[in-house]
């Protein structure tokens, strides 16, 4: 049977969530995810997980708090003047918490997001550039259905 190694396509149903249970991402039921490793599809900690499993595994891993997405870092919570958010969007946008907003990099080769924690009253948006699950322990469970 082959194996997942670095840079490996793959087939594979996956279910991520926290260990509470509630889902963020689940494609058993629907369309399997078709992926290749070392391309950031996944992040680092999960893509460690799958080497040397093999073609057909169907397993689970509890991922301890911080590592599969990082900790929680206070410096990317970040107030973006409103000056700046019409510049780069809408300027009749309106915000609010809970709101994901896409940026794009400074190089404009691709985006970023950011979760609107508050609006102030001048239009200033505090965004949390933390990825959602920063800090967060995570269940990760994988079928792998095809290894190339």
Do not use: C
């Not at 093999?54 to 911080?66: C, I, K, N, R, V």
């Amino acid at each position: 049977m082959p194996q997942v190694e670095s840079g490996s396509f793959l087939t594979l149903h996956y279910r991520l969530s926290g260990l509470q249970g509630q889902v963020i991402v689940n494609t058993f039921g629907g369309q399997p995810a078709t992926l290749s490793l070392g391309t950031g599809e996944l992040s680092p900690a999960l893509e460690a997980r799958l080497l040397g499993l093999e073609e057909g595994s169907h397993t689970t891993f509890d991922l301890p708090a911080g590592e599969a997405f990082g900790d929680r870092r206070p410096d990317l919570l970040q107030w973006v003047a409103r000056k700046l958010l019409n510049q780069l969007g809408d300027p009749h946008e309106r915000y609010a918490a809970g709101d994901v907003v896409q940026f794009p990099t400074p190089d404009g080769s691709g985006t970023y997001a950011g979760t609107v924690v508050e609006v102030r009253e001048d239009g200033a948006v505090l965004f949390d550039f933390n990825h959602p699950l920063a800090g967060e322990a995570v269940q990760f469970e994988v079928q792998l259905i095809g290894v190339l």
